[in-house]
């Protein structure tokens, strides 16, 4: 009973494979996912993989009532790894209050239940959208907070700053931001994967579609920056590995006396161009993709990768899977949807 851990979003694309990770740790992990953004049957997926069917409620994350209905159900909760949010950065550009709303409304109501609740222990999906457009391409922990390009960059720079200063005003609590560089892959099962609503904002979700024939065409946005192959560069992590994170990050949490406010940004340290994912998933998967050239997207940041090594250091946390496994098991999954 003293292993239960709220997950929102936990039927989401990182969330249900975090779910994995913390079952096969012993963990009990309790899912508050509305499905707005996932469905049904991944709670089912993750039966099938797992052996167990953890409690699940059908709640939206900023209704206040309810949430704290659920705290106070699970008197023994460990904690939260709060990683519902709504996610898709064009939308958020034309429906900015829809992000503020969810994403900062969530995590208020999180933060009010922790304190009312005593819980301790917060776990944070937060973004390397937070350096904006950084000085140098390989960015640690302390690079500046900058700008970010979109309302939903502005909303995670926005809930780590309402955990600092929940930090900061002497609550108890122990506040972990895992800063995602760019999670692709799929549950090597295969039944575990990202679900995308209409058509995909992320590259290897839209490579995959247009694999299968479900889109016409990739479209390289911009191919004349300053990168040495000219294409944007990021930092493509398997989501398992990324999901094992969250599961060090919680141990670790839990094996601190004091308070505190940590960041950790969770990446491979390798950073990857928009060529070489395409050329690597053509490669691993023995096929050919419909691409072109097309004209540089608005808001995108030239070149970021990681700096892993305070995650490495202080969680003990390695990347098992580079990018050739991860998208493979990208097509995997794709290849197995309806
Ligand atoms: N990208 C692309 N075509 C697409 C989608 C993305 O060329 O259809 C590029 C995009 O310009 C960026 C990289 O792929 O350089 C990763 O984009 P994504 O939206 O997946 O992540 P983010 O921009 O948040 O890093």
Avoid at 160 to 173: L, P, T, Y
Avoid at 211 to 236: C, H, M, S, W
Avoid at 270 to 276: N, Y
Wanted: net charge negative.
């Amino acid at each position: 009973m003293d292993r239960q851990i709220i997950v929102t979003g936990g039927a989401g694309y990182i969330g249900s494979h975090t779910v994995i990770e913390l079952l096969k740790e012993g963990y009990e992990p309790i899912i508050i996912d509305d499905f707005r953004n996932s469905k049904p049957f991944i709670l089912d997926r993750i039966t099938e993989i797992s052996g167990e069917t953890p409690i699940h409620y059908s709640v939206d994350c900023t209704d206040e009532e309810a949430m704290m209905a659920i705290f106070e159900k699970h008197p023994n909760l460990l904690g939260i790894i709060h990683f519902a949010a709504d996610k898709a950065v064009g939308e958020s550009v034309t429906n900015p209050l829809k992000y503020y709303q969810n994403n900062v409304g969530s995590m208020a109501v999180v933060l009010k239940g922790m304190a009312k609740y005593n819980l301790e222990h917060l776990v944070f999906s937060s973004s390397c959208t937070v350096y904006g457009e950084p000085d140098q391409a390989e960015v640690t922990e302390d690079s500046p907070v900058r700008e970010a390009n979109s309302p939903y960059g502005h909303t995670k720079i926005i809930c780590e700053k309402m955990i600092r200063d929940v930090f900061a005003s002497g609550a108890a609590i122990k506040g972990t931001l895992l800063r995602y560089f760019n999670p692709i892959g799929a549950h090597p099962s295969a039944r575990l994967g990202e679900l995308p609503q209409g058509i995909p904002n992320n590259l290897v979700p839209y490579i995959t579609q247009t694999a299968k024939g479900i889109r016409e065409q990739l479209t390289v946005f911009g191919d004349d920056y300053d990168t040495p192959d000219g294409t944007n560069i990021r930092d493509y992590i398997h989501v398992v590995d990324l999901a094992r994170a969250h599961v060090l990050a919680l141990n670790w949490s839990l094996n601190q006396s004091q308070t505190f406010y940590e960041a950790f940004n969770l990446g491979t340290g390798k950073g990857s161009s928009v060529l070489e994912i395409i050329n690597t998933f053509e490669k691993v998967n023995q096929l050919k993709l419909n691409y072109q050239i097309g004209e540089r997207r608005a808001g995108d940041v030239v070149q970021i990768y990681a700096n892993g090594n305070k995650a490495k250091e202080v969680l003990g946390w390695e990347c098992e899977y580079d990018i050739s496994a991860a998208l493979k098991h990208s097509w995997e999954w794709e290849k197995g949807l309806e």
